[in-house]
């Protein structure tokens, strides 16, 4: 499976953003999915996740009102991260992420449970 996020860029404060990433290959056994930033001088953190088999989304208290992650399920095989209402600490390289594994919500942000990653997609948010 291989992931391609794109879509980064730079905004302005108050601004909005949709960031996209590709699935190719087996994509169809992906059971969650979801995206991580890392800021500069930062751990990555999670962001946002879909748990696929029972529809549950999981955000980030940092994004929670502000960030919308969703999934296209057809042979596009795309998952997206509208971001709207940006804030210069939104700023980071943002990845996509995917398990064939299902992770329950208690374990949805924990980095090394998935198996997938794209290479990244750098967002930046000036003041």
């Known amino acids: 499976v291989q992931l391609q996020a794109y879509g980064g860029g730079l905004v302005q404060a108050g601004a909005s953003l949709r960031l996209s990433c590709a699935a190719s290959g087996r994509s169809f056994s992906l059971t969650t999915v979801g995206w991580f930033r890392q800021a500069p001088g930062k751990e990555r953190e999670f962001v946002a996740a879909i748990d696929r088999s029972v529809r549950r989304t999981v955000y980030a208290d940092s994004v929670k009102g502000r960030f919308t992650i969703s999934t296209e399920d057809n042979a596009k095989n795309t998952m997206y991260l509208q971001m709207n209402t940006l804030k210069p600490e939104d700023t980071a390289v943002y990845y996509c992420?995917?398990?064939?594994?299902?992770?329950?919500?208690?374990?949805?942000?924990?980095?090394?449970?998935?198996?997938?990653w794209g290479q990244g997609t750098l967002v930046t948010v000036s003041s």
């Open positions: 992420a995917a398990s064939p594994v299902r992770i329950v919500a208690s374990a949805i942000t924990r980095t090394t449970l998935y198996k997938y």
